[in-house]
């Protein structure tokens, strides 16, 4: 495998997690054209000033919603991706949306570098927060998969291999995190923050909420608000750079552009298809 190839097939091996907001590191420079740039994180910690706030949203999804994404590293397009919620099940007695991400290679990496991600959460629908959490990596020749869950009664998270450490009460995950904030009311010039837990880790996430820009991809034009989760919570949230996430400022708060740079390169994420649930 050549090594632009590698580093691509990696890029796309990684963009599971920034489609579940769970981004790796720094912010690319500022785009051109149509690409909206990133507001200035330094004059936010300066100012804090909310200017206005999105009011919260009852129901900004319903049961059977998908959106189809590209993954492009740098101008190549190296595969897709898909935040879904597929159905509402029962767990423990209460309704939960099943939460799912996943991404794929083409089948032009597939030859040299076959990626299939997927992350599930079952998400409490009332409480909103998570009862269980699963991962199943397959990336090249490597393969990984774990399991957590909450158990109430003890206020632990258990894992696959038995080992459980202890959380605050109910938390959210690495994809539920995401779902949430769609929720949320959400402060222009001012942050949101909430437990999450990842890789036996539970640290406060805070998400500071931009601005607005107006952001043009194959499913539309959008008007959008931007939010910048701080990688800073342990686990898979590390604190090496920005992930900037943008969202329609409506009642749907769609996702239509997530960007990051890994080590090995700039990933974007764009909406292509919306299919509205029932």
């Known amino acids: 495998m050549g090594p632009v190839v590698k580093r691509v097939a990696r890029g796309l091996a990684l963009t599971a997690l920034p489609v579940a907001l769970v981004a790796l590191t720094a912010w690319p420079a500022p785009g051109r054209g149509d690409e909206p740039e990133l507001p200035d994180s330094a004059d936010f910690s300066r100012s804090q000033v909310v200017l206005d706030t999105l009011p919260a949203v009852a129901q900004p999804f319903r049961a059977g919603e998908s959106l189809r994404f590209t993954v492009q590293y740098g101008f190549i397009h190296a595969g897709s991706a898909w935040l879904e919620v597929p159905d509402v099940e029962e767990w423990n007695g209460h309704r939960a949306w099943r939460l799912v991400a996943r991404a794929e290679s083409n089948g032009f990496f597939d030859k040299?570098?076959?990626?299939?991600?997927?992350?599930?959460?079952?998400?409490?629908?009332?409480?909103?927060?998570?009862?269980?959490?699963?991962?199943?990596?397959?990336?090249?020749?490597?393969?990984?998969n774990d399991t957590m869950v909450f158990e109430p009664d003890s206020s632990r998270m258990r894992y696959k291999n038995g080992q459980s450490y202890p959380v605050p009460g109910?938390?959210?995950?690495?994809?539920?995190?995401?779902?949430?904030?769609?929720?949320?009311?959400?402060?222009?010039?001012?942050?949101?923050?909430?437990?999450?837990?990842?890789?036996r880790k539970t640290a406060p996430m805070e998400v500071r909420v931009l601005g607005r820009e107006t952001v043009k991809t194959p499913a539309g034009k959008f008007h959008c608000v931007v939010l910048e989760p701080l990688l800073n919570a342990g686990g898979i949230f590390k604190n090496k750079g920005r992930l900037v996430i943008w969202l329609t400022d409506d009642d749907r708060r769609i996702p239509v552009l997530m960007k990051s740079k890994v080590m090995i390169g700039s990933v974007k994420v764009v909406l292509q298809e919306v299919k509205d649930g029932t």
């Open 112 to 144: 040299v570098y076959r990626v299939r991600n997927r992350i599930e959460s079952l998400w409490d629908q009332d409480a909103r927060f998570s009862w269980r959490y699963f991962e199943d990596r397959h990336e090249g020749h490597f393969t990984a």
């Open 170 to 199: 109910p938390v959210q995950d690495a994809l539920s995190s995401f779902y949430l904030t769609r929720f949320r009311a959400l402060p222009i010039g001012g942050r949101i923050e909430f437990d999450y837990h990842a890789s």
